[in-house]
């Protein structure tokens, strides 16, 4: 079943859905496109910071990339004063 809403824009959500409507679209299309891109968005946020949160939990791969840091170091031109 479709849901109905009603909404009061200030003035930069009317600018945002100008923005959005410059496609020929709908306001109604215009928001349902833009609440399904800024869904998927928010997925894809979601996923890095998991992401990020798992990389920091393990515990050999923050290992891992220590050595890296120090090999880096190693190969880095030292600096001249």
Same mark, same amino acid.
């Given at each position: 079943? $479709?849901?109905? *809403?009603?909404?009061? *824009?200030? %003035?930069?959500? $009317? $600018?945002? *859905?100008?923005?959005?409507?410059?496609?020929?679209?709908?306001?109604?299309?215009?928001?349902?496109?833009?609440?399904? %891109?800024?869904?998927?968005?928010?997925?894809?946020?979601?996923? !890095?910071? %998991?992401?990020?949160?798992? *990389?920091? $939990?393990?515990?050999?791969?923050? %290992?891992?990339?220590? !050595? !890296?840091?120090?090999?880096?170091?190693?190969?880095?031109? #030292? #600096? #001249?004063?």
């Amino acid at each position: 079943m $479709a849901r109905s *809403l009603h909404v009061r *824009l200030d %003035e930069a959500s $009317a $600018a945002a *859905l100008d923005v959005v409507r410059a496609d020929g679209m709908t306001d109604s299309e215009a928001v349902r496109t833009a609440l399904r %891109e800024a869904a998927g968005r928010r997925r894809v946020r979601s996923a !890095i910071r %998991e992401e990020v949160r798992r *990389l920091a $939990a393990d515990e050999s791969d923050r %290992e891992e990339m220590r !050595i !890296i840091r120090e090999q880096m170091a190693e190969l880095a031109p #030292s #600096s #001249s004063r």
